[in-house]
């Protein structure tokens, strides 16, 4: 890349962060159905051309705002374990869905009909992406490789369960769980899913013998 073309990709840099938000703020107060160009570009502060010039449809901005979500997570938790590690990842997604951007993906995801929001499929590889990665998956491969989890744990059970309570505190109660009730799900779930064996290194002890 020339000097000329990474000076230009700074300038723009910004210009996209504030369509990015504005983009997240429209979907949260009218819908992914409501959603309009001229209203992103309004509430960034630009032209709409400059929109138009990058993300020539709606389908494309929005997918490409919802995409960009993952990128603010940081590397992978490493607490010590696999309970400490999940622990971390679902307080960090708990604050994450407290946020514009959080909002935007339930709302996205959750509650806009599926057919009409034609981006979902695309946000969707983004957000696995990431899960391999630095999310739950990376988690629970890493548990299993170092010997934490057996290779039978139940993970897609477990996933589901942490995912929707998450979520269902967020739209529900209108608010994300606080760390204690992360850590009472958490202690349940490897209670009820993991063999006695390998519960004491992922479960709290009080928390296994009060299950007994």
């Known amino acids: 890349m020339t000097k000329k073309a990474k000076a230009a990709a700074l300038r723009g840099a910004p210009v996209v ?11 949260v107060r009218v819908g992914y159905a409501g959603l309009g160009i001229e209203e992103v570009a309004t509430r960034a502060g630009v032209n709409k051309t400059t929109v138009y010039r990058r993300w020539p449809t709606k ?12 990128a603010q997570f940081g590397p992978l938790p490493n607490a010590g374990s696999f309970r400490a590690d999940v622990i971390e990842w679902l307080s960090g997604m ?9 909002k935007a993906m339930l709302r996205v995801a959750l509650l806009d009909d599926r057919e009409r929001t034609p981006v979902f499929p695309s946000v969707r590889a983004a957000w ?23 290779r039978t744990f139940d993970w897609v059970t477990f996933r589901e369960a942490v995912r929707g ?4 505190r967020s739209l529900a109660k209108r608010e994300a769980p606080a760390r204690d009730d992360i850590v009472r799900l958490v202690d349940a779930l490897l209670t009820g899913l993991l063999p006695p064996e390998k519960r004491a290194g992922s479960a ?3 928390r296994r013998t009060a299950n007994r």
């Open 204 to 206: 709290r002890p009080r």
């Open 165 to 168: 309570t998450l979520m269902f």
């Open 128 to 150: 696995m992406a990431y899960e391999e990665t630095r999310g739950i998956d990376a988690i629970v491969n890493r548990a299993i490789a170092r010997g934490d989890i057996p």
């Open 94 to 102: 708990a604050r994450f869905v407290d946020t514009v951007g959080g």
């Open 17 to 27: 962060e504030a369509i990015f938000q504005a983009t997240l703020e429209e979907v």
């Open 59 to 70: 389908d494309a901005l929005v997918a490409a705002a919802l995409a960009s979500l993952p």
